[in-house]
């Protein structure tokens, strides 16, 4: 057995050697408050809301018990928490609290037809325990040779810690061990621990203490971003009546929106000069005019170089940007013009597929600067409608995910403009999506899932309508489009789901996916892009988008 300093004989004496290590710890105040008010509010930093925990990074913990002879002792108590800390543990959460009989039953099940049960229980219940849920507090170190070395789980180092669940079997191999120490016997040894990864949760679960989690690394990403982002662009402070809906259909069309600001626009003269500074040390030239976009990244680690000005301009502006490289600023002016051409030629594309060469006249009859009141959205609006997506950690959205929302919404509020131009009940406008729905799981789950480019709203009418009138609004059966297929030859099908699918002027194609009836689709003048808006530069390409195009001006009239 090894020899300690203050025992040169060596006795094997386990209270003797209780008493010399506590003289051997450092003197701990006792009159301030107990070490568990103490942990309490430590603790409490590591709260997360129930309505994230799911989306929070989950850690490897386990559950160590200080038993009631442990916990009377105050000093003793607040020496081991000390030791715990030391060692590369965190106490993540805790209780303080009298067990009951079925809790101490189940603690120790496994022993439940021992002989010496009884006085397990009898010394389990004399008295309060004190239940730790550990973490590791660092991943990793370094070891001698300057490697980094991943930290073994923290069931295996608490149950090395406290040793043997003899005293004096811990005792005797390892001169530290918590047992050891302050263990008297095999019943009241002190302390207790998980014996595997199953056996933590399962007692986790217990004492109903929530899985040990922290959030994730915040990434920086110009396609995530929060409803205040969104809501910044829709509202801008300058116009007295922005174009909410408009602006909303620019961010799926031309977006994400971001809370980028240019250096020369946004930027005082003043905090203009030490931003110039901070980006020479870091050897930006400014020859390039992407080099003057100064990022959210940019601009929250290096708060400091901003007056309240600039913040305040941060605070109440975002962007879509547009130009070479992304580096221009869209005005209120550029913005007004780009949702006036969309919209026209959005509802030009509808016109002529239901009225033929009339559509120019009917277009011309009608104010595309503004929208009918019906699906003139408020900030209320928005709100409810992308109330449908999920959010991650922070709140933020996914722009994939929220660009196929308003791209739907988009065609049903399309769809309920046109009704109003030609009287056509807007109960009679098919929705594309469901041309081919066959009911298979597969199908249904994509209809639902706002990442898949099946995604769709089974509802006909605009927000605005469905809030006066509920009756709108029931539960839609997934349906085919009035087509009658006995009644028509293959090629007429084709013809009318292409005729069809042309209304669904807010779908997002990537490269390569074709019409129904199998042409290409690069003739589509709508085309929305995921993150990039695809550009046609070679003449052959331009060629084959016109022979496209009298192909199906073609196939229309036929």
């Not at 915040?218 to 662009?233: A, R, V």
């Not at 699918?501 to 589509?524: H, L, T, V």
């Amino acid at each position: 057995m090894k020899k300690k300093p203050n025992d040169p004989k060596g006795k094997n004496d386990k209270n003797k050697k209780g008493k010399n290590d506590a003289e051997e710890e450092p003197e701990i105040d006792d009159s301030g408050p107990h070490i568990f008010q103490i942990l309490s509010e430590e603790v409490k930093k590591n709260y997360i809301p129930k309505e994230k925990v799911e989306k929070a990074k989950l850690l490897d913990y386990t559950v160590g018990i200080l038993h009631p002879d442990i916990i009377t002792q105050s000093i003793q108590c607040r020496q081991i928490i000390d030791k715990i800390q030391k060692n590369n543990f965190e106490i993540f959460n805790f209780l303080h609290k009298n067990l009951t009989k079925e809790e101490v039953m189940n603690l120790y099940f496994k022993h439940t037809k021992q002989d010496y049960f009884q006085d397990i229980l009898n010394h389990m219940l004399c008295g309060p325990v004190a239940i730790l849920i550990l973490i590791n507090k660092e991943e990793s170190y370094l070891d001698e040779n300057g490697i980094k070395t991943l930290y073994d789980g923290p069931v295996q180092r608490w149950k090395e810690m406290i040793g043997n669940k003899d005293p004096n079997v811990a005792r005797s191999d390892d001169e530290n061990a918590l047992r050891g120490i302050y263990g008297e016997d095999l019943i009241k040894n002190g302390f207790w621990g998980s014996d595997n990864n199953s056996d933590a949760y399962r007692e986790l679960s217990m004492f109903m203490l929530p899985l040990p989690s922290v959030p994730p690394k915040y990434i920086f990403d110009d396609n995530l971003f929060n409803i205040e982002t969104i809501i910044k662009f829709l509202n801008p402070p300058k116009p007295d009546h922005p174009d909410v809906s408009g602006r909303l259909d620019l961010i799926c069309k031309y977006g994400p929106v971001v809370n980028h600001h240019v250096l020369d626009l946004c930027i005082c003269v003043n905090c203009r000069k030490k931003v110039k500074e901070e980006l020479k040390k870091n050897n930006v030239t400014l020859k390039k005019a992407k080099d003057k976009v100064l990022s959210d990244e940019f601009i929250k680690n290096h708060n400091d170089l901003f007056c309240e000005e600039c913040h305040d301009h941060f605070n109440k502006w975002s962007h879509i940007y547009g130009g070479i490289e992304g580096t221009h600023i869209l005005t209120n002016q550029e913005i007004d013009i780009m949702i006036y051409d969309m919209n026209y030629n959005d509802l030009y594309e509808i016109l002529v597929a239901e009225k033929g060469t009339s559509a120019k006249t009917i277009i011309t009859k009608f104010d595309l600067h503004n929208y009918p009141d019906k699906i003139n959205y408020t900030k209320e609006h928005v709100l409810k409608l992308i109330s449908y997506l999920d959010v991650d950690y922070y709140d933020r959205y996914d722009f994939s995910e929220l660009q196929n929302l308003i791209s739907e919404d988009r065609r049903i509020r399309l769809n309920y403009w046109i009704s109003q131009m030609i009287n056509k009940p807007i109960e009679q406008f098919p929705n594309p999506k469901l041309i081919n729905f066959d009911g298979s799981e597969k199908q249904v789950k994509d209809l639902k899932n706002p990442h898949s480019k099946n995604f769709t709203l089974l509802r006909k009418y605009p927000i605005e309508v469905i809030n006066k009138d509920k009756n709108k609004v029931k539960n839609t059966v997934l349906q085919h489009p009035m087509i009658l297929k006995d009644k028509l030859t293959d090629h007429e099908i084709n013809i009318k789901v292409e005729k069809l699918s042309q209304r669904n002027i807010s779908r997002i194609f990537g490269p390569g996916e074709k019409f129904p009836d199998g042409s290409n689709f690069k003739a589509n003048m709508l085309l929305l892009r995921n993150y990039e808006l695809e550009t046609i530069k070679s003449k052959e390409d331009q060629k084959e988008i016109r022979r496209e195009k009298e192909r199906l001006e073609q196939l229309k009239y036929q």
